[in-house]
């Protein structure tokens, strides 16, 4: 059973798990939404749909009177070495994708929430999910090689059904003497130092606005609140600085208070 607390509806839930409830699995990292550590899963009953939807949000931006009528469920949640190992904890410590550890519990929750939506998913879908976690010591191989054991896409070798030959099956046999090293000098290509440096049209201008915001952002935070914190580190407002966008505040009463350079607010001028 459970039991009633007493919380401050301005604390965030991050504090209330940490602090309050004593689940100090979920970690704090910067505080700002950006690097997952806090990861934690929301789930809501969508009486449209007449099913239940699961999202991954950052538990440090999640305010706890936002979350009347919703399930939190944090890594303690799904399980532990004194109970039992949930798979995803026991994939990524198998693949040896948790090195300080600080980061694992947030990359867990974000792939178990993409598990209960999408049993089956595919390696796009585990890089999306993971896009919103950072870390700072594997380098994400392991982990995504850890992860994409999940995945059931045909000519992925770990996809889940224990196909353990599908090279083989696929005809990639090819001589023990080509894979002994990992590369042969002479297939380098030579060094040209009269060589142009290369601008892709997708670095210049790119239509793809999914890579400036993942999904575990796009659950919870808003347009607003990443302009507001007025940090340039953050993609959304190097961009729109850039771009050379004006902000106006505005009142309650849509009379226009002020009208701000995104630029000049950024550099540190008004």
């Known amino acids: 059973m459970g039991s009633n607390m007493y919380i401050d509806l301005y604390h965030v839930s991050?504090?209330?798990?940490?602090?309050?409830?004593g689940l100090t699995g979920t970690k704090y990292g910067c505080g700002g939404g950006g690097c997952g550590a806090c990861t934690v899963m929301v789930s809501r009953?969508?009486?449209?749909?007449?099913?239940?939807?699961?999202?991954?949000?950052?538990?440090?931006?999640?305010?706890?009177?936002s979350l009347y009528g919703a399930a939190v469920v944090t890594v303690e949640?799904?399980?532990?070495?004194?109970?039992?190992?949930?798979?995803?904890?026991?994939?990524?410590?198998?693949?040896?994708?948790?090195q300080c550890g600080f980061c694992t519990p947030g990359m867990v929750m974000s792939m178990y929430t993409l598990l209960r939506?999408?049993?089956?998913?595919?390696?796009?879908?585990?890089?999306?999910?993971?896009?919103?976690?950072?870390?700072?010591?594997?380098?994400?191989r392991p982990i995504i090689d850890g992860f994409k054991t999940f995945c059931n896409k045909e000519q992925c070798c770990q996809n889940g059904e224990q196909r353990v030959k599908c090279c083989l099956e696929n005809g990639f046999t090819?001589?023990?003497?080509?894979?002994?090293?990992?590369?042969?000098?002479?297939?380098?290509?030579?060094?040209?130092?009269?060589?142009?440096?290369?601008?892709?049209?997708?670095?210049i201008v790119s239509v793809e606005f999914s890579q400036v915001c993942v999904c575990v952002w796009l659950n919870l935070q808003t347009i607003g609140g990443n302009i507001m914190s007025a940090n340039p580190k953050y993609d959304l407002c190097s961009v729109l600085a850039a771009a050379q966008c004006t902000l106006q505040i505005i009142s309650t009463g849509w009379s226009i208070l002020k009208v701000y350079y995104l630029l000049a607010v950024f550099v540190g001028s008004s």
Do not use: W
């Open 117 to 140: 939506n999408k049993p089956k998913p595919s390696m796009e879908d585990i890089r999306e999910a993971l896009a919103g976690n950072l870390c700072r010591c594997t380098g994400y």
């Open 174 to 203: 090819h001589n023990l003497d080509d894979n002994v090293k990992l590369f042969r000098v002479e297939d380098f290509i030579p060094l040209d130092p009269t060589q142009d440096l290369i601008f892709p049209p997708e670095l």
């Open 77 to 98: 949640g799904i399980g532990s070495t004194r109970t039992k190992l949930h798979p995803v904890q026991e994939r990524i410590a198998m693949a040896h994708g948790s």
């Open 14 to 21: 991050l504090y209330v798990c940490v602090c309050a409830v």
């Open 45 to 65: 009953y969508d009486p449209v749909e007449e099913s239940i939807h699961h999202c991954a949000v950052t538990a440090c931006l999640q305010p706890i009177c």
